[in-house]
């Protein structure tokens, strides 16, 4: 089974924009690909060139934004390709995703705007040295086992309470860096 990965993808437009989007998603109904084909033209080459995981599904959707759940990687082919279409709508549109996998062996952000795409992971390890260097605690014995490298499990309990909301804050603050141009 595929390890799962969460996105969360937000578009910044002018209102049509925002109209176009909305109507691709009511089109596409579960499945990424629908933004573009119907399911009786769907092929594996399609699926790999306009989203990039094996599968990829919308989970929920609003006005600007919509949460995904893919195979493996984040769908970062579609939203190069959603862009390439919204900005001849909009030439100042925006397309931020956060990301992560579900252990996490990785999470991250990826911007599409005028400037191109970019974004940035962390993995598993830098997860862990992030989250310990915001919670200096977590170096300590009671946490902290430093002859077997790993957490205690009360360390691995508090490590886990405090981990997502880091990230989250990660995610942000590099969004916004992105967002930025920086």
């Not at 390890?3 to 937000?10: D, E, F, G, L, R």
């Not at 579960?30 to 990039?52: A, H, P």
């Not at 989970?59 to 390439?84: Q, R, V």
């Not at 170096?139 to 430093?146: A, C, F, G, L, M």
């Amino acid at each position: 089974m595929a390890n799962h990965v969460m996105a969360k993808i937000s578009v910044t437009g002018n209102d049509a924009v925002r109209e176009e989007f909305n109507q691709r998603v009511e089109k596409a109904g579960q499945y990424l690909w629908g933004f573009w084909v119907e399911e009786k033209d769907w092929t594996s080459d399609i699926q790999r060139e306009k989203v990039g995981p094996k599968w990829a599904l919308i989970d929920y959707s609003d006005e600007d934004e919509m949460n995904t759940t893919s195979a493996w990687s984040p769908p970062t082919e579609f939203c190069n390709n959603l862009y390439d279409e919204l900005k001849e709508i909009d030439p100042s549109v925006e397309i931020t995703m956060t990301y992560e996998d579900e252990f996490p062996n990785f999470v991250g952000v990826y911007v599409v705007n005028e400037e191109g795409g970019s974004g940035e992971d962390l993995e598993w390890d830098e997860i862990v040295e992030r989250v310990k260097e915001q919670h200096k605690e977590l170096t300590e014995p009671k946490y902290w086992d430093e002859e077997n490298q790993e957490f205690t499990e009360e360390g691995d309990d508090f490590f886990r309470d405090v981990m997502w909301e880091d990230i989250s804050n990660w995610q942000f603050v590099t969004a916004d860096r992105y967002q930025q141009g920086e």
